[in-house]
Nanobody
Framework: QVQLVESGGGLVQAGDSLRLSCSASGRTSSGLSMGWFRQAPGKEREFVAAISWTGANTLYPDSVKGRFTISRAYAKNTVYLQMDSLKPEDTAVYYC??????????????WGQGTQVTVSS
């Protein structure tokens, strides 16, 4: 059993920055890719970022590319999402996800409960 817990969300103004954290616990395994999704009110869940086990490969959609950065701290079993130049359209609940493969498959096996990010205009 794997548990993912996000933290770091909050209320900010457009142009501000936030760093989200996701800590994994339980029966976690090494060698797995990690990612972030978000879901805004009335919208489908959207892919935000992913990182391979080695960290050599990262993936972002155009909506956040150049503004968001995903990273991981292996010793802490934690993945981060640094969000800069936040926009009101970034407002959503952000979810951490763990894959079953070392390279991001796009089909996460585990999900966190989410952390709210609200960006005012």
């Amino acid at each position: 059993q794997v548990q993912l817990v996000e933290s770091g969300g909050g209320l900010v103004q457009a142009g501000d920055s936030l760093r989200l954290s996701c800590s994994a616990s339980g029966r976690t395994s090494s060698g797995l890719s990690m990612g972030w999704f978000r879901q805004a009110p009335g919208k489908e869940r959207e892919f935000v970022a992913a990182i391979s086990w080695t960290g050599a490969n990262t993936l972002y959609p155009d909506s956040v590319k150049g503004r968001f950065t995903i990273s991981r701290a292996y010793a802490k079993n934690t993945v981060y999402l640094q969000m800069d130049s936040l926009k009101p359209e970034d407002t959503a609940v952000y979810y951490c996800a763990m894959d079953r493969t070392s390279t991001w498959s796009g089909i996460p096996a585990y999900w966190g409960q989410g952390t709210q990010v609200t960006v005012s205009s």
